[in-house]
C-alpha cells in the first residue's frame, strides 16, 4: 500500500505563500512520478503539478507556471509544493498524488491523499 499524506494548507491572503508537502509512506518504492491535483467546490479535479522520480524533470499547468514550484526531497519521500502569488481562485482542496508508470499521463495517476485545504482570501 501507499500512503500520501498532504500536509501545509491554511488560509493566506491574496499575494502571499504556502508550502505544501506531500509525505510518502507504506510502500513508497518505486515512487515513480508524484503529482499535485486541486479541487474547488462545485468544480472538477485539476491537475496542479507533477516532479519525477529522480526531480529533475517537472511538468506545470499553465496557470500555475511562474507561480508555484514543485520539488523533491533528496530522499526522495517527501514532495514539495511552493506556491507563491496566491489568487483567491487558488482556493482548494489540495490532493498528493502518486502515479504507477515511469511517465504519466495527467490521467493516470493512482494513489491519492486525503487533501489539504487552501484558503485565499481578498
Known amino acids: 500500500q501507499v500512503l500520501l499524506v498532504e500536509s501545509g494548507g491554511g488560509g493566506v491572503q491574496a499575494g502571499g505563500s504556502l508550502r505544501l508537502s506531500c509525505a510518502a509512506a507504506?510502500?513508497?518504492?518505486?515512487?515513480?512520478?508524484t503529482g499535485w491535483f486541486r479541487q474547488a467546490p462545485g468544480k472538477e479535479r485539476e491537475f496542479v503539478a507533477a516532479i519525477s522520480w529522480g526531480g529533475s524533470a517537472t511538468d506545470y499547468a499553465d496557470f500555475v507556471k511562474g507561480r508555484f514550484t514543485i520539488s523533491r526531497a533528496n530522499a526522495k519521500s517527501t514532495v514539495y509544493l511552493q506556491m507563491n502569488s496566491l489568487k483567491p481562485e487558488d482556493t482548494a482542496v489540495y490532493y498528493c498524488?502518486?502515479?504507477?508508470?515511469?511517465?504519466?499521463?495527467?490521467?493516470?495517476?493512482?494513489?491519492w491523499g486525503q487533501g489539504t485545504q487552501v484558503t485565499v482570501s481578498s
Open positions: 498524488a502518486r502515479a504507477r508508470k515511469r511517465t504519466p499521463q495527467r490521467n493516470e495517476y493512482d494513489y
Open positions: 507504506g510502500r513508497t518504492y518505486p515512487p515513480y512520478y
